[in-house]
């Protein structure tokens, strides 16, 4: 697309289904380093995109940017989420617009129980899933409402915070390797809940070192590498592709 193009969130890079995100151009920095180098892609409604790379290559950069947070800043480009421009807010906005971000930290707050963090969340309305809903999805958590969210498990923690986002009422989920340092048997159990609320028409974008697995749930695939889109397609297509794998994701 033309740089100077005025900027059409109808229009796709690289699908025939309507974009719900679209990421144009983007160029992000911390201070004078130039890490995200104007990438373009989209994701459309209810599909969960895997956000794939090696170390480095600007995957947990471009969640941060998508949803406003302090760094790295976005000096050029558009973020676009149901016809709303996310390059012009600031980090709350964002999330009043429905980005729900999940970081790779959790953040679970200290002193609080299961139950308070989601309250917390719904705080300030639109309020999303009800804590009945949410205690359906993850009886995990039902069953440990009443425990100081800090002393759940790592696993517990992780459906905490993915709880947390869908305690308000988002559009977008941003997963931040969800995976990280927990048994299989939880991920396949987070795995459910994430193909759960695929169903239930929620768009995801999961950012995962586990490239088989993510692949194996995603829809569709973008691969960063230093900063740059090399791949933008289905998920089928990038298991299937033994260049990409090992060229880009070293599997
Ligand atoms: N706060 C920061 N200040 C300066 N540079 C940063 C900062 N955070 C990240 N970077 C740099 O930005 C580049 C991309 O980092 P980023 O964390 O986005 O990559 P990633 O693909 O998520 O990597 P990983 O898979 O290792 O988490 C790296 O070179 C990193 O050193």
Same mark, same amino acid.
Do not use: C
């Given at each position: 697309?033309?740089?100077h193009?005025?900027?059409?969130?109808?229009?796709?890079?690289?699908?025939?289904?309507?974009? /719900?995100?679209?990421?144009?151009?983007?160029?992000? $920095?911390? !201070?004078e380093?130039?890490?995200v180098?104007?990438?373009s /892609?989209? #994701?459309?409604?209810?599909?969960?995109?895997?956000l794939? !790379? %090696?170390? !480095?290559?600007?995957?947990?950069?471009?969640? %941060?940017?998508?949803? =406003?947070?302090?760094?790295p800043?976005?000096?050029?480009?558009?973020?676009?989420?149901d016809?709303?421009?996310?390059?012009?807010?600031?980090?709350?906005?964002a999330?009043?617009?429905?980005?729900?971000?999940?970081?790779?930290?959790? %953040?679970?707050?200290?002193?609080?129980?299961?139950?308070?963090?989601?309250?917390l969340?719904?705080?300030?309305?639109?309020?999303?899933?009800?804590?009945? =809903?949410? $205690?359906?999805?993850?009886?995990?958590l039902?069953?440990?409402r009443?425990?100081?969210?800090?002393?759940?498990?790592?696993g517990?923690?992780?459906?905490?915070?993915?709880a947390r986002a869908?305690?308000?009422?988002?559009?977008v989920?941003l997963?931040?390797?969800p995976?990280?340092?927990?048994?299989?048997?939880?991920?396949?159990?987070i795995?459910?809940?994430?193909?759960?609320?695929?169903?239930?028409g929620?768009t995801?974008?999961?950012v995962?070192?586990?490239?088989?697995?993510?692949?194996?749930?995603? +829809?569709?695939?973008?691969?960063? +590498?230093t900063?740059? #889109? #090399?791949? +933008?397609?289905?998920?089928?297509?990038?298991?299937? +592709?033994? %260049?990409?794998?090992q060229? $880009?994701?070293?599997i």
């Amino acid at each position: 697309m033309n740089q100077h193009a005025p900027f059409d969130p109808n229009a796709n890079h690289a699908s025939t289904a309507p974009a /719900f995100l679209s990421v144009w151009e983007m160029e992000a $920095y911390y !201070g004078e380093s130039f890490i995200v180098q104007g990438i373009s /892609f989209n #994701v459309h409604e209810g599909e969960i995109l895997a956000l794939l !790379g %090696r170390n !480095g290559a600007g995957k947990t950069s471009t969640l %941060r940017a998508i949803a =406003r947070v302090a760094e790295p800043e976005i000096r050029h480009g558009e973020v676009w989420l149901d016809h709303k421009p996310l390059h012009k807010m600031k980090a709350h906005d964002a999330a009043q617009a429905g980005i729900g971000l999940v970081p790779e930290d959790r %953040r679970i707050i200290q002193g609080l129980t299961v139950e308070e963090n989601l309250k917390l969340a719904q705080i300030a309305p639109p309020v999303g899933w009800s804590l009945e =809903r949410i $205690y359906d999805l993850f009886p995990r958590l039902g069953e440990r409402r009443k425990q100081e969210g800090t002393t759940l498990s790592g696993g517990e923690q992780q459906m905490l915070a993915i709880a947390r986002a869908l305690a308000r009422d988002i559009k977008v989920l941003l997963l931040d390797e969800p995976y990280e340092g927990l048994a299989p048997v939880i991920v396949d159990e987070i795995e459910k809940t994430l193909n759960v609320v695929r169903d239930q028409g929620l768009t995801t974008i999961l950012v995962e070192q586990n490239a088989v697995r993510a692949l194996n749930l995603a +829809d569709r695939a973008v691969i960063l +590498d230093t900063g740059s #889109v #090399v791949f +933008d397609g289905s998920a089928r297509e990038v298991l299937e +592709d033994e %260049r990409l794998r090992q060229e $880009y994701l070293a599997i």
